[in-house]
Nanobody, 116 residues
């Protein structure tokens, strides 16, 4: 059974940076597309960024383009989300997701709060 464990969340001032990590185990990490989602209370979970399994092609939500960078280290079975120029509206619980149809795994989430 696959497992994902996020870390790196916390409180940061507007304009600051954070790097989230997601460590995977229990499945063949390199063959899964990896994504970061976020969710705020009362809203649906939103896709933030995705990195493909083979080519490493990345895609981003318009709201985070040019500020966030997703990357993966297949040797460490870890995916990262570098978040720069953070805004209060980036405040959310951030979730890691692994997907290779028909399987998908979710992490437990890590809170990111952007506030002065």
């Amino acid at each position: 059974q696959g497992q994902l464990v996020e870390s790196g969340g916390g409180l940061v001032q507007p304009g600051g940076s954070l790097r989230l990590s997601c460590a995977a185990s229990g499945f063949t990490f390199s063959s899964y597309a990896m994504s970061w989602y976020r969710q705020t209370p009362g809203k649906e979970r939103e896709l933030v960024a995705t990195i493909s399994s083979v080519t490493g092609i990345t895609n981003y939500a318009d709201s985070v383009k040019e500020r966030f960078t997703i990357s993966r280290d297949n040797a460490k079975s870890t995916v990262y989300l570098q978040m720069n120029s953070l805004k209060p509206e980036d405040t959310a619980v951030y979730y890691c997701n692994a997907r290779r149809v028909p399987r998908t795994y979710w992490g437990q989430g890590t809170q990111v709060t952007v506030s002065s």
